[in-house]
């Protein structure tokens, strides 16, 4: 399994930013997608989920109605759109599977500050 995630930056407050992750070795259409993220200190944090054919779809009660994920099974990507960034969304974000806590991409981090 190898996850392999976009770059990341600065932005300031309000604005938007996103993420991709391309995944290869396994079969990218028969599995739900994760993101988490984590600040230093702490544990990391769930943002977003989708499941495999996108019947399911939840996101963190923190980034609601700013974050959202989707994906592209065709390109085996799994994104995650972020708008009206707070200072508060300043982490690593990380892409995973459903099923594996083992394996995830190799971390991205966006500050927002102003």
């Known amino acids: 399994v190898q996850l392999v995630q976009s770059g990341g930056g600065e932005v300031q407050p309000f604005c938007f930013f996103f993420f991709s992750c391309k995944a290869s070795?396994?079969?990218?259409?028969?599995?739900?997608r994760k993101w988490y993220r984590q600040v230093p200190g702490k544990e990391r944090e769930f943002v977003a989920t989708i499941s495999a054919h996108e019947d399911f779809v939840r996101v963190a009660d923190s980034v609601k109605g700013r974050f959202s994920i989707s994906r592209d099974n065709l390109q085996s990507t799994v994104y995650l759109q972020m708008n009206s960034l707070k200072p508060e969304d300043t982490a690593t974000y990380y892409c995973?599977?459903?099923?594996?806590?083992?394996?995830w991409g190799q971390g991205t981090q966006v500050t927002v500050s102003s």
């Open positions: 995973g599977v459903w099923g594996d806590d083992e394996n």
């Open positions: 070795g396994f079969t990218f259409s028969s599995k739900g």
